[in-house]
């Protein structure tokens, strides 16, 4: 990895140099795998595997013996080079449902809007994305964690969340099952 003041745009393991897709869009769509928000049924071997394959465009050529520095190399970029916190805490957002608030928020700091611009490194993005300190994503995360510590909301909040509920919880991730049925069930009515 690179020092903090630099943003890498490939992955050097052993001697060998890989290109790394490194735009916020494409981390965003891997992380979606990651997460298996996209395909629930596939284990978490799966999930890192699609993961490689959309990082290193040349994954398919990659030898078997640099796939767990590939793997690590992954790790940390998503982390932007940042140590690794441990065990994950509870989720609070979700780069999806979030994607409005969050580029809201990255605008008020960046003073663009970043879903305009042909390419931003997901470090750039990162570090936008870390100085939301005000505004509507800071209000719904801070009334999440309330609410999933079973803190009291202020007035405020509570009315904000009454007013913005749909906002403010989390969507359980779609079952595949219900998903398959829903494409039936709309299949059979010609939509």
């Known amino acids: 990895m690179n020092g903090p003041w630099e943003l890498p745009t490939r992955a050097v393991i052993e001697d060998r140099v890989y290109e790394i897709r490194t735009d916020y869009r494409d981390i965003l769509e891997l992380m979606r795998w990651l997460d298996g928000t996209v395909d629930p049924t596939l284990d978490q071997g799966e999930r890192w595997y699609l993961a490689m394959r959309l ?49 809201a928020g990255i605008q008020a700091v960046s003073g663009r809007d970043v879903r305009a611009l042909p390419y931003l490194h997901w470090w750039s993005f990162l570090s936008c994305f870390d100085a939301i ?34 906002l403010v919880d989390l969507r359980a991730a779609e079952d595949p099952e219900a998903r398959a049925e829903k494409r039936r069930l709309l299949a059979r009515l010609g939509a």
Not at 80 to 95: H, I, S
Not at 146 to 156: C, D, F, P, S
């Open 55 to 103: 990082f290193y465009p040349d994954f398919a050529s990659m030898p078997r013996q640099d796939w767990q520095q590939a793997t690590d190399f992954l790790a940390g970029f998503l982390r932007a080079g940042r140590p690794d916190p441990g065990p994950a805490a509870p989720r609070l957002m979700d780069w999806q449902q979030d994607a409005p608030l969050i580029a």
């Open 133 to 166: 300190g005000d505004g509507t994503f800071a209000t719904v995360v801070a009334i999440r964690d309330k609410l999933r510590r079973g803190k009291k909301l202020e007035g405020w909040e509570l009315d904000f969340y009454r007013t913005h509920r749909p």
